[in-house]
């Protein structure tokens, strides 16, 4: 094994190397694998992939492709995307477990991120991620060149701090439903339980968007 010191190569602070995150969805596993297209075929069906795609395919071919027929195109490519997106998740063993979000949570991650950070960079304190410290709100004391050890126990620190906001997730997260669910309210167009139901529509709504560019891998 070759250990390359980025820092010193780059004269600067790099992000780490990381390997691609596994997909759940594995080839290994046959009953997984028949599972996962059986899902496919059945979707293909129902919603006539195959057809609409000889369809705009043969008018590619007479050159009779309009603007319409393009945009109909991206519509059966992103249905696609969400169909294997969807027969993944749902034949995969490996299940994510999400995390109830709150700004509390995010805040927490955003913390443990910013100490794996500085002791990537052997505790150097770049532009970025004093940028990063001052939208946490870190005391000027922990905004300072520092030693891996120090790092490290920060790192630890912040990494307790994320678990005990994780094991009270669901409080910490009807909290912040109700605080912004009174802020839309407060505003006149809805009650609290109408504006928590909005809250939650969008949210599923980035989630789905998310899904789809994870997707296409962008």
């Known amino acids: 094994a070759i250990d390359l010191d980025l820092r010193y190569i780059f004269n600067n ?24 297209i059986a ?50 998740q749902q034949c995969s063993k490996k299940q994510a477990v999400r995390n109830l979000w709150s700004p509390a949570l995010q805040r927490a991650g955003k ?3 910013y100490w ?32 891996t050890t120090l790092c490290s126990f920060y790192h630890n620190i912040a990494w307790k701090s994320y678990r005990g906001i994780q094991a009270q997730q669901r409080e910490y997260r009807e909290k912040f439903l109700k605080q912004r669910a ?6 006149g167009n809805c009650n609290i339980a109408q504006a928590i139901k909005q809250i939650r529509q969008r949210e599923k709504l980035r989630s789905d968007f998310a899904s789809i560019r994870r997707g296409y891998g962008i």
Do not use: W
Not at 126 to 142: M, Q, W
């Open 13 to 36: 602070a790099c992000s780490p190397l990381k390997s691609p995150a596994p997909r759940k969805l594995t080839s290994g596993n046959s009953a997984a694998v028949e599972k996962y």
């Open 39 to 88: 899902f496919i075929q059945k979707q293909f069906a129902e919603h006539k992939i195959v057809e609409r795609c000889k369809r705009l395919r043969d008018l590619c071919e007479t050159d009779d492709f309009n603007d319409g027929q393009r945009q109909q195109l991206f519509a059966l490519d992103r249905q696609v995307t969400e169909i294997l997106l969807g027969a993944e």
């Open 111 to 113: 913390e443990i991120g």
């Open 116 to 147: 794996k950070q500085r002791l990537n960079a052997n505790g150097a304190l770049t532009d970025d991620l004093r940028e990063l410290g001052r939208i946490l709100d870190l005391p000027e004391t922990l905004q300072q060149p520092m030693n």
């Open 182 to 187: 009174k802020e839309m309210a407060a505003k």
